[in-house]
Nanobody, 113 residues
Framework: VQLQASGGGLVQAGGSLRLSCAARTIFAINVMGWHRQAPGQQRELVVTITRDGSTYYVDSVKGRFTISRDNAKNAVYLQMDSLKPEDTAVYYC?????????WGQGILVTVSS
């Protein structure tokens, strides 16, 4: 499974960004999501969405981030609102299929105070 992610960039605190990720595969994907890795920190799970729309959000982004997906396109999106400097990180698209994890290229999100 190949993943192509886009979006990200530099934004001021309180601003918004949208990340997109498309999976190149003919197979249906159950779980899609986003992880992030801040400087000097371990990679952490941010949000996931299943094929039927069930979602999980880490507490720190609840109410600010919204994940969505387009099953027909095997695409997942992350709308990030009310961004905070602590959201600064490299964000990675992730999908799980057949028990294996696949990762997109990292996208840098920088939130200035």
């Amino acid at each position: 499974v190949q993943l192509q992610a886009s979006g990200g960039g530099l934004v001021q605190a309180g601003g918004s960004l949208r990340l997109s990720c498309a999976a190149r595969t003919i197979f249906a994907i159950n779980v899609m999501g986003w992880h992030r890795q801040a400087p000097g920190q371990q990679r952490e799970l941010v949000v996931t969405i299943t094929r039927d729309g069930s979602t999980y959000y880490v507490d720190s982004v609840k109410g600010r981030f919204t994940i969505s997906r387009d099953n027909a396109k095997n695409a997942v999106y992350l709308q990030m609102d009310s961004l905070k400097p602590e959201d600064t990180a490299v964000y990675y698209c992730n999908v799980v299929r057949g028990g294996s994890h696949y990762w997109g290229q990292g996208i840098l999100v920088t939130v200035s105070s």
